[in-house]
């Protein structure tokens, strides 16, 4: 799918899985940008992605991302060992730098699935990197983009606009049904899911002259209006649903089972098919959000601290 200016969305193909993880490509006069390089575990699609566009890796001057998790700036490390410069917010350059806190931190989650799911996560050398601050504005070849700090799913996130373009990142939500019903599910895993910040992100990016939005998960849309509202629809549910469920001080791995249950309910009552929930759930797993939830209502709503 293709806009003007050039943007070409490429597949990453996520454990097999089609428009589950997207990067975004925009050719310039000098070589190509990149937003989001995806997880190390999809470099060599990535790569054959290129290759059938008739690109070579050396070519990707600039990288933009969104924010450190492993599914959107893996394969920062490997990018810049090709000579890409990464751009990043500034909370997250540390774990640029140094991933092994991130990596840690990660396979206390995945345990043994770490490498088959999210592959090498290298360093990025401090002279490819750059740390970015709200409103910083990034000008490559004939291009400019802004950087917008936009907090909720996570304090490292930024959002950039290219013209009317936004590259939303994980604060647009989760939207994965092209040929299906308009739906969308909001990934909140933890430590740093936050409604209050969430809503006010999305306020900000209503006050801007938005017609497209590129989600990483999945694809462009020019439905924004609706688009933003659902967002806060769905953290309208979420905080319905914790609001119910996580005083019932259910077991964590039972918290996750009623979750997954209730987001598939919620999308199948919409007629969202068995394809399209395989891709949600490979982009956005239920049972992190059921995680981010529960640490977010131990840290903010019992001590009143929003």
Request: glycine share 6%; proline share 5%.
């Amino acid at each position: 799918m293709t806009f003007s200016p050039e943007i070409i969305t490429l597949d990453l193909n996520f454990q097999n899985c089609k428009n589950a993880i997207a990067s975004y490509l925009i050719p310039y006069q000098d070589g190509i940008i990149l937003i989001e390089s995806g997880p190390g575990s999809t470099q060599m699609q990535l790569q054959k992605n290129l290759n059938t566009l008739g690109y070579d890796l050396q070519e990707i001057t600039h990288v933009l991302l969104t924010h450190i998790h492993l599914d959107h700036a893996g394969a920062a490390g490997w990018l810049s060992g090709h000579g890409a410069h990464i751009f990043v917010h500034e909370r997250g350059t540390p774990h640029l730098l140094d991933p092994s806190r991130l990596i840690a931190s990660a396979t206390r989650i995945y345990q043994d699935q770490m490498n088959i799911l999210w592959g090498d996560f290298l360093p990025v050398p401090k002279g490819q990197l750059t740390s970015l601050t709200d409103g910083d504005e990034i000008s490559i070849g004939s291009y400019n983009f802004r950087a917008l700090d936009t907090p909720g799913h996570a304090n490292h996130h930024m959002a950039y606009l290219l013209d009317d373009i936004c590259f939303s990142g994980d604060i647009g939500g989760v939207r994965i049904n092209e040929l299906g019903p308009r739906h969308l599910r909001v990934p909140m895993p933890p430590p740093e899911f936050h409604t209050l910040k969430w809503r006010k992100s999305i306020e900000r990016l209503k006050n801007e002259r938005i017609s497209k939005i590129a989600l990483t998960h999945f694809g462009f849309y020019d439905d924004v209006d609706w688009h933003l509202d659902a967002i806060l629809q769905e953290l309208d549910a979420a905080e319905e649903w914790m609001n119910k469920t996580i005083p019932l001080d259910l077991p964590a791995n039972e918290l996750r089972e009623v979750f997954v249950q209730w987001a598939r309910d919620r999308s199948i009552a919409l007629g969202v098919n068995e394809i399209t929930l395989d891709s949600f759930e490979n982009a956005n797993p239920s049972s992190m959000s059921a995680d981010g939830i529960k640490r977010y209502w131990e840290k903010y709503i019992n001590t009143d601290s929003h």
